[in-house]
């Protein structure tokens, strides 16, 4: 009985300072003035903006954007005063942030934390809410920030446990950040925000099943996320509350996506308005899982090493998380991008034979060149590499052998304006996209603090997209 008492004890006092934890975040995001911010932190953002409008750009021939788009041209009630980016079509701002959140994230190559790829949910929904009320773009850069940080300062230090029972980050914590974003542009004080927050706790979810299955339900998750956090600012504009507690409660939602009695949100306002959790999001140069990318590159480097040829056997170790995460080590059969992207061997073996893993390469199931070297990769989980730093040991078939490992980790991958823009080029390369339309979005998004609204960032976006659309064999003939 003691013992229950205790235990009962420490969840009441961890739910209590959990609060004030929360109140602290709500007041944040609710205050946040973008003016006020040091130069780099909004240059961060103004880079992930770029670089996830980019990534979409990128995504839209994916048939995934199409089937979104579709649903919604199916719903009778459609229409409205926000931009899809697929067609340029307005929709209501709820399915125009569904929308573009599954057409940010179909590509698997949207920004990457590690406790998920939050903007693919949380540009989308800020994006929408902007438009329909005619922010300001320091408003709409404003709320953005809000919408990172808070979703990150809630997952940073729950994820891993968040993901081990099956849930996938993305959608989980995207809510929260679009019902904040939604909140700061609707004009929500702290208490409504943190409402926001609480009520968002309802509507988080996603599962990482479509891994094993070979589906492609992840871009929809995100679009779904984007799209409930609006429906959660619009609930709490009309005076829903949620319980207090939501986060962490003794059935809060960290209780019931995590162990109960951990406080995982001891972190949540550590150094808030000093240090911006937002600002160590990564960008992908590869459409792969993120733990995937050094490998790529390290065979790539590795392969020029040796001459060429094929290898015998290739060790590859990384961090226990990562060699055992869902999908990682898949080695066949391939029959969809689920698969290729989350695939450790596929993915090194890309990295070997062409020196990188492009979008059409990891949808090339039968590649008999990639699918010979497949089964001489063995993923090694090593409790002494960090994360993000794979080491790679290939011996070729005469008997030489030759090491690379990872020795700056995601560090080397962090999002800046000189990463976003070198991304944006090669994606706009990649899908058509003139230099012209290119420049015009990088402009955009540059200037987006001192512009009256975001319509030349949308418009931007939807130029690029309508050329994207066209297919290459089209752009040679004109």
């Not at 975040?25 to 992930?48: I, M, T, W």
């Not at 005063?81 to 994230?105: C, E, M, T």
């Not at 823009?421 to 899908?431: D, I, S």
């Amino acid at each position: 009985m003691n013992e229950n008492r205790d235990h009962e004890a420490l969840l009441k006092g961890a739910a209590m300072s959990g609060i004030k934890d929360l109140d602290a975040l709500a007041e944040f995001a609710a205050g946040l003035d973008v003016n006020k911010l040091a130069a780099p932190v909004r240059q961060s953002a103004r880079a992930c903006l770029l670089y996830g409008l980019s990534v979409g750009i990128a995504t839209i021939r994916a048939a995934t954007a199409k089937a979104a788009a579709a649903s919604l041209d199916a719903d009778s009630v459609s229409g409205g005063s926000s931009s899809r980016f697929l067609d340029g079509k307005l929709a209501s701002r709820a399915g125009a942030a569904f929308a573009n959140g599954v057409l940010l994230s179909g590509r698997v190559q949207g920004d990457s934390h590690f406790c998920g790829h939050l903007g693919g949910v949380v540009i989308p929904a800020t994006l929408a809410v902007a438009q329909a009320t005619n922010a300001s773009g320091a408003k709409t850069l404003a709320a953005l920030i809000a919408a990172y940080e808070v979703s990150l300062r809630i997952g940073r230090d729950h994820g891993p446990d968040l993901s081990s029972r099956g849930f996938r980050t993305t959608p989980c914590y995207g809510v929260f950040g679009a019902s904040v974003s939604a909140g700061k542009l609707f004009g929500f004080d702290a208490l409504k925000t943190m409402n926001a927050i609480r009520l968002g706790v309802n509507f988080a979810g996603g599962l990482r099943e479509y891994v094993d299955a070979a589906t492609e339900e992840s871009p929809f998750q995100a679009g779904f996320a984007a799209r409930n956090g609006l429906h959660v600012a619009d609930l709490v504009a009309a005076g829903v509350t949620a319980a207090p507690s939501a986060l962490h409660g003794k059935n809060g939602f960290y209780a019931a996506f995590g162990e109960r009695g951990v406080d995982y949100g001891r972190r949540m306002s550590e150094g808030l308005g000093v240090e911006f959790e937002f600002t160590t999001v990564t960008f992908k140069q590869y459409p792969a899982c993120q733990w995937l990318r050094g490998l790529i590159r390290g065979m790539a480097i590795l392969c020029k090493e040796a001459g060429g040829g094929l290898p015998s056997d290739v060790e590859i170790r990384m961090n226990p998380f990562e060699a055992d995460f869902v999908g990682v080590r898949h080695a066949g059969p391939f029959t969809s991008p689920t698969h290729t992207t989350m695939s450790a061997p596929f993915t090194a073996a890309l990295g070997w034979i062409y020196g990188t893993a492009t979008y059409a390469g990891l949808r090339n199931y039968n590649d008999q060149k990639v699918l010979a070297l497949v089964p001489r990769i063995r993923i090694v989980s090593d409790s002494s590499r960090r994360r993000y730093e794979p080491w790679l040991r290939v011996t070729t078939e005469k008997g030489a052998s030759f090491e690379w490992q990872d020795s700056r980790g995601q560090g080397d991958y962090q999002i800046s304006w000189d990463s976003a823009m070198m991304m944006t080029k090669q994606l706009a390369a990649e899908v058509g996209v003139s230099d012209a339309n290119r420049d015009n979005l990088i402009r955009a998004v540059e200037g987006v603090e001192k512009a009256p609204d975001i319509s030349v960032v949308v418009g931007a976006v939807c130029a690029a997209t309508a050329q994207a659309r066209i297919e290459k064999s089209e752009l040679d003939r004109r």
